[in-house]
């Protein structure tokens, strides 16, 4: 047997939420290891238990690193990314302008133009975009993006009907977990006994990162899928979560019993090559009349698998659905884990 | 200055949640006043504050009430009644034969061809119906319905648009409390952190009444509004107000601000004779981003107004928005008081 | 009939969540009226409408008010302040050095043993220790304090015991609503599905307080009450009221009867004077097994009154029992307006 | 390797909260394996997936078991009983006198005088009271019974300290979650945005399970434990996990270093023979100034070990303190569970 050195990964952004569950997921991961934690100027220099307040138990290996200053310099060349928008507009170019394979979970850059925005079970063609970026040809650094976390369920969910039965109209509205808005995130005050029908862009986001995941590459460019689409975002009082009511008009006929069958059947790339993050079943649908719900349904594939229910015909469209997601792990750290998985599969990160 | 006496109205179940509702709105009631509380056999010859988990102050004379057998002996004439449609499906043809205007909050009658199912601001006229019941002609007795408490926040924020610029389409996704489901109804294990994405029946109630509230009277009959709709329902774990995420596709073009004026000035029969229990504006528009919200607008026009937010243009019909409306008081007993306000104002309660 | 002008008084800390239930509790005031709002420097000059994220109804003259710079320069003379500790111990100094009565919710000074600690039911007579301060005998200003929201409830019900069995031994743990931490306050993810056993310094708050409150003023000091005490706080997902588990040892033997009588015939100074915010009855026993709640038994007296419940012995002291207050009421503005109340009835308003 | 054949057991009461656990816990489970399933009248004969409403992935062997009548006839010799105390005290000595061994988490023979009362970290001794029982003289059936959840964290946390420094006074406030009163259990209008400072019977079960678990078996009877005991329970909005604060006054003095040291070290029998369901640490203290916490804390020791934290001078007593135990696992099934672990290893199961 050949010995076998896991590739060293950094996180940067490691102090908050998504950072945290970045640490969980990568604590007993095959094939990368966490040697470096970035964060903001205000905790680097600690050690990572003291800059951070983490909630459940620590690997102690992670727990004595001293958390770095956020720049590329003395950076592993593969770089997991979990800043706010603003930080990374800044930040994440200097990594790939220093040769880092950037997997960021940020929305910085998920639009741009050269930038994939992946999703490993539903395009993972897209990652050749990044030999368009003008950092892979400097320095064979890139940044390669995983959607926002209300949008990566409802796609998960949409690509395999897309597929088979062309896809022309969808209708979707959200209820998201407040662990969506990160750490503090939403107020106590704001969210018990209550709903906020508002989330800041996210409703943008949806629509266009929609198009843009099931569009196709064609040349050294994505073209949008041709979809009209319509979302509304909503945050309730879950922890983790999001639950989404969608209605759709397909580009065919299709029976219950053969969208069903659809989902069940998916499997992609991520399931062939067994990628270590990917679920043996990326869609799981649930014949009870009342289910999904996130209390119950949201660990299935240990929190990386999207579950469906209620599938019955729309009054207006073709069908209506619920679609239920993991938005800490499937929306964000366990979605840029996986396409570093896509992206090291690909020879990406040799 | 002359002496004026109130009418007596009984309540049907009245222990329950929307039971105590009635009580409550009907403790300073200028033209009603409580003189006769049904119950179940359980409850029955029991004081009523012993019968009822009452959670707030009760009103001293009604505490002192003993409770009734659910039979129209003794009854006064005007019942409000607040039963499960099961049991309403016997009872209130047993009142509307003896002669009781029956007004009902339960859906067993609702869709009934010859019953009224009105919302005095949208479909006051459709009261006359109630003159083709077989009860009416024969003791003049009538049973007199109002929608479900998700119907019409909705119908109040739709109505108004309809008249304007006429309606096509109608896609609602709800968010609804807890105490829509009566007490004990929804088990704290099944919504503390969680999503319900099924309502039974729920979704057929909302997408046919709709139909019939918006509708026109011809004849002796209700001709359904031609109006497609979509409707998908969810529980949250909120204790009262149900939000709901709406698009609308309109007969003719608006502009938003022709759609905010036209909520706004949006004035009819209550208003004008002053009802007791109509609020001054019946839909009022927010401008803030981020509402309406339950917890801190539910209880405009104490809860008998329809808070609408969020106007902005829908990605594939004309415009979406939220709605919110108190499910217990304008979606059920304050509900069934404004309806028989209505009919006292008609004369169909002397 | 004489015309009578109301007292112009000013709010510092305007735009938080005490300074709202401020601008709330005196919109209908019949003594004073609100003249003058201040907050920190990133909210002045703003009109308050802008400067606050306020939540429900705004009254118009408040809403178009501009916020003043947090000193007292233009201030009115009477200041209810709602500042943060560090913020008071800076700010409430100048305002009592310029001339003005600060009626303060802070900790910042409740201790210091020249200013007065005043619950009016309970020791009306200590607001004589103002006259004590510096800046009274130098300008006639003054600084005069209300308890923590979570010693106020817990002292309301053990005043009347103290004075006619003697008290000896308090045991208190606390389950502390998120409105208590201000706003933001307390994340969502924190608290929801959660109890968190800390709120920082809240137990020696308790401890001290209490003491102090129970305490006699001997010639110009006060001198605490020999009470020995344990609490523990905890914060639970309630949105307003603060409930408390108590065991108590009397200084001589009462039965059930005559302590609920004792709490039940209690009526102090604010009640015999009638003052403007004084519940009719500040102590009320709730006879029924599991009360009271903070959902439904929060509003008693108006935000002002204790409820107190299950009075059953206790194994190790006297008897133990249950207490609810409502923690932004009775426990901080409307607490400090009653204090004013009390100022005004006894000439140091004047 | 010699073949290994795991003890078939029963489950009474299988379809509830607490039943559902046990299922899960047994999945894969090295001694035992579930062979039989009873629940009442009414889903006797269905197949267990259709009378349970099974909330997560139910094992597919389990699924397709048919839910048997509850009588002992074609029961297997171990039986874990999950039932209401009620329908235990009818129910379980039948099963005991045909020979049974009932591992019983009801309360109903708790506190019967030949009845052990057992925490297999605490006072594994107590089980050879079994033999004293009239079931075991007559058919080698017994009753052995495990705390109320509410008693068992509580306990475990007192246990190391009561031997090594002596007992002798405690006040224990809890804040209990909603899974402890099963399913439906607590309405959600019940406890959103509330506390319910009453759990019927609780207190009493508290204070006299745990001097019967801290006492002395001597000749053929069990010495309760000479201590003053205090207890206030109280339910909160939490899913799963006990909170309690507690003071304590001990037989000598200790330091709060002694007293860390003496949790942390403390391993009893079941952790010396290995027992599966045993935590390697039963009790874990947590020196963050604000935990334990039941979101966070809830899953140390697979749900079996008890979190402790806060340690912190009383000033009434000697020490105050926190306490946090799962109440479905350690505080119902795996309590039962690991009890049926110590009778086999002390032979009784043969």
């Known amino acids: 047997m050949t010995s076998f050195r ?72 593969v770089i997991f990314a979990a800043l706010d928008a603003g930080i990374a507009q800044e930040l994440e170019p200097k990594f790939a302008a220093a ?30 975009l990044l030999e368009t970026q003008k950092w892979f040809r400097d ?21 395999p009907l897309q597929r088979k039965f062309g896809l022309e109209k969808v209708f979707v509205v959200t209820m998201q977990a407040v662990s969506g808005a990160g750490y503090p995130g939403v107020a106590s005050l704001d969210i018990l006994g209550n709903v906020i029908p508002y989330i ?6 949806m629509e266009e990162e929609t198009r843009k995941l099931l569009g196709s590459l064609n040349g050294s460019g994505i073209k949008d899928a041709q979809l009209a689409m319509s979302a509304q975002c909503n ?24 969208i069903v069958a659809t989902w069940s059947d998916f499997r992609e ?9 990917a679920p043996p079943q990326p869609v799981i649908y649930d014949v009870a009349p009342d289910r999904p719900q996130p209390r119950f349904d949201l660990e299935r594939g240990a929190g990386m698998a999207t579950s469906v229910g209620r599938l019955r015909p729309c009054g207006i469209f073709d069908w209506k659905f619920t679609v239920l997601s993991h938005n800490t792990i499937r929306g964000a750290a366990g979605a840029a884990l996986l396409n570093a998985e896509l992206l090291k599969c690909q020879g990406y990160l040799d």
Chains 1, 2, 3, 4 share one sequence.
């Open 99 to 128: 040769g880092c394979a950037v997997v960021s979970n940020s929305s910085a850059f998920r639009m741009q133009e050269d930038v994939p925005l992946v999703i490993p079970e539903v395009n993972p063609d897209h990652v050749r």
């Open 139 to 159: 320095s064979k650094g890139f940044i390669v993006t995983n959607p926002n976390c209300s949008a990566i369920g409802l796609v998960m969910a949409l690509a």
């Open 6 to 77: 896991k590739t060293p990964v950094g996180i940067l952004g490691a102090t908050g939420v998504v950072g945290q569950r970045f640490i969980q997921l990568l604590e007993h991961h095959p094939w990368f290891e966490v040697a470096w934690l970035a964060a903001s100027d205000r905790s680097a220099g600690l050690p990572y238990a003291e800059a951070t307040k983490w909630r459940t138990a620590l690997p102690a290996n992670v727990a004595r690193m001293t958390v770095s200053p956020a720049a590329p310099e003395g950076a592993p060349k």
């Open 235 to 258: 945050r309730v009082a879950v922890e983790d979560g999001h639950t989404e009511s969608v209605s759709i008009k397909l580009g065919t006929n299709a029976s219950a019993e053969e």
């Open 200 to 205: 800041a862009k996210e409703e943008q986001k």
């Open 269 to 277: 790339l991520p399931q062939e090559k067994k990628l270590p993050s």
